[in-house]
């Protein structure tokens, strides 16, 4: 059984940073992708950044210059560095796993940026 652990939400100022952190568990081989979505209530549940096994990420257009996504294979860990945050970011921001052929997802973290 395949484990999401999420962590680093928080609330903060317009301009400040945060870093997520998720730690995967249970997965007998290598994960092939690791990133973020997020939802903002009402609203659809977007991507943020993925990330393949050994790749180049991918960036949604709002965090491009913003974000860096990165992964740690060894320790089966994957990091969001949210930097310049805007009110637009406040969402649960959900870690993804694509696994085996399978979706996996955290339970999520709340990041509310105040104006």
């Known amino acids: 059984q395949v484990q999401l652990m999420e962590s680093g939400g928080g609330l903060v100022q317009a301009g400040g940073s945060l870093r997520l952190a998720c730690a995967a568990s249970?997965?007998?081989?290598?994960?092939?992708?690791m990133g973020w979505y997020r939802q903002a209530p009402g609203k659809q549940r977007d991507l943020v950044a993925v990330?393949?096994?050994?790749?180049?990420?991918t960036y949604a257009d709002f965090v491009k210059g913003r974000f860096t996504i990165s992964r740690d294979n060894a320790k089966n860990t994957v990091h969001l560095q949210m930097n310049s945050l805007k009110p637009e970011d406040t969402a649960v921001y959900y870690c993804?796993?694509?696994?085996?052929?399978?979706?996996?997802w955290g339970q999520g973290t709340q990041v509310t940026v105040s104006s």
């Open positions: 990330v393949p096994r050994a790749g180049s990420a």
């Open positions: 249970g997965n007998k081989y290598g994960i092939n992708d």
């Open positions: 993804y796993i694509w696994y085996f052929g399978q979706e996996y």
